[in-house]
């Protein structure tokens, strides 16, 4: 029954549908425009070069200087914030079952897991590599 409801309304749905798909790669190409710090530095050094040619006053340099810089300080904010969020994960999974934050060194986790933290080599009960007795 759906399939055929979706059959008899795809003259009205379809270029909905359309339309939708259309504006979501729209704001796909805008996002990634105002989103990528390569792209504002490369505005702001056309924006030098049409301030070096004559092309636009220093007012109107001032103003669209600002707001790209804006936008890049925006990025690097929200970059930041992720950033800081993946610390506080990766702390929190380093924790220890009661919550306490687990402070030891990678490589005392390493002995560990490698049976070498009781302090004899290769974890042997005896202290002999090879685990014979003498």
């Known amino acids: ?14 270029p909905i549908d359309g ?15 105002f989103a990528d710090p390569d ?7 056309e924006l ?3 301030l ?11 103003e669209l200087e ?3 810089l804006d936008r890049l300080d925006a990025i690097y904010d929200a970059q930041d914030a992720e950033r800081q969020a993946e610390r ?12 306490t934050p687990d402070l030891r060194l990678d490589e005392e986790v390493d002995e560990e897991a490698d049976g070498e933290a009781d302090g004899k080599p ?5 202290g002999k590599p090879d685990g014979k007795a003498d």
Do not use: H, N, S, W
């Open 1 to 14: 029954m759906g399939f055929l409801l979706k059959l008899l309304m795809l003259p009205v749905t379809g």
């Open 19 to 33: 339309l939708l798909a259309l504006l979501r790669v729209i704001q796909d190409e805008v996002d990634k425009e």
């Open 39 to 45: 792209v504002l530095r490369q505005k702001l050094a």
């Open 48 to 50: 030098q070069a049409m």
């Open 52 to 62: 070096d040619a004559g092309e636009i006053d220093d007012a109107t340099y001032d």
């Open 66 to 68: 600002t707001q790209i």
């Open 88 to 99: 506080e994960q990766a702390a929190a999974a380093a924790a220890l079952p009661d919550g």
């Open 122 to 126: 290769d974890g042997k009960p005896d």
